[in-house]
């Protein structure tokens, strides 16, 4: 079975500092990882995926994420935080034995402060 | 441009009601999606397709149907509304990877008074 923790439901974070949003899974077999984001009244959008390969995976509006499968982890980072980062953000995680059937976390809050 | 349209965006009914919600896509993907999301918890998945004529259950269970007559359309029904039914809706729609990515509607939110 696989499940999703995103610790942490608001992060408050300064315009120009670091973003990092943390998010924990647990599977039986190796998945594939998620993270999506959503702006006010609209729907969710594809930041960044890992299937296979390498491990640090670069995504769209400068995020990135990193896969370690030793901390069953894969973690979100911004390096310098913009306003318009400001949006909620779901990590989730895919395997073969849910028929590769998304799992998402309950999703993280960025406010940015100016 | 291809997209994922779903309507209407917002919609309050009264208890009793007969409901459908519609979601369209002109992308071809022979995946589609209903997920139902309340504020401050995770997405879950009511229903999938992965064609014509083909409907499942997903892992929350939901009193609503869903039909898949075409590629591109893949609607959603409440015969009987009931203020427990008050959430938002997205509909998604992927191709047919186990990686490919799933795209969303901008969601409708419903309210049942």
């Known amino acids: 079975a696989q499940s999703v923790t995103q610790l942490g439901s608001h992060v408050s974070v300064s315009e120009g500092a670091l973003v990092l949003l943390r998010c924990n899974y647990s599977?039986?077999?190796?998945?594939?990882l998620f993270w999506y984001v959503q702006y006010p009244n609209q729907g969710l959008q594809l930041l960044l995926k890992?299937?296979?390969?390498?491990?640090l995976v670069k995504g769209i509006n400068g995020f990135e994420a990193e896969f370690k499968k030793s901390e069953t982890s894969f973690h979100l980072t911004k390096p310098s935080a913009h306003m318009s980062d400001a949006a909620e953000y779901f990590c989730a995680v895919s395997e073969g034995s849910n028929d590769y059937k998304l799992s998402f976390g309950a999703g993280t809050t960025v406010t940015v402060r100016a | 441009e291809a997209d994922i349209y779903q309507t209407p965006r917002y919609l309050v009914i009264g208890t009793g009601k007969k409901i459908t919600l519609e979601c369209s896509q002109t992308?071809?993907?022979?995946?589609m999606y209903w997920y139902q999301q309340d504020p401050g918890m995770e997405l879950h998945l009511i229903h999938y397709s992965y064609g014509v004529n083909s409907t499942e259950k997903g892992d929350l269970s939901s009193e609503s149907t869903v039909s898949r007559i075409r590629t591109e359309h893949f609607p959603l029904t409440l015969e009987s509304a009931r203020p427990s039914h008050t959430s938002q809706y997205l509909c998604?729609?992927?191709?047919?990877?186990?990686?490919?990515?799933?795209?969303f509607g901008p969601g409708t939110r419903l309210t049942v008074l």
């Open positions: 992308m071809g993907h022979d995946k």
């Open positions: 890992y299937t296979t390969g390498a491990t």
């Open positions: 599977s039986s077999v190796p998945p594939y």
């Open positions: 998604a729609s992927s191709d047919v990877g186990f990686t490919d990515t799933q795209y």
